[in-house]
């Protein structure tokens, strides 16, 4: 189970002046929704592999330092959290019928894995698309 913890990396701390009580809602949010997501892909994979948070809440100095970050990141408000997935197994399922239909369940929208190799974005907000499964670029 991932924990708010994992989320922040240390920001909270090295950012405290950033993190308002609205992201600190934010980020509980959204890190909720990716367990119940992360719980269902493991009882319908059986695939327990370790899966971590490689971003989660990213305050304004630190996206700016990310490449490829948008400047309007949802990360920026704790809405967004990007997940390891090195073989793409996760995002292989959140493509399946079972997986899109576990992102609805989980209010969760899912950026398209040809944008993000190697890891899983998802978000707690539609994007301009309002497609659960979305192109950033």
Known sequence: MLTLKDFYKGRDVAFKASLTPAIEKESSVTIARVNLLLSKY??????YDT???TSGWRPPAINAATPNAAKASKHL???????????GKLDEWLMTATGTKALEDCMLWHEHPRDT???????????GSKNRHFYAK
């Open 42 to 47: 493991r009882i319908e994979t059986r695939n």
């Open 51 to 53: 899966i971590h948070v």
């Open 77 to 87: 408000l704790g809405q967004a959290c990007d997940l390891s997935d090195e073989n």
């Open 117 to 127: 190799p190697k890891w899983v974005h998802v978000q707690t907000v539609p994007p």
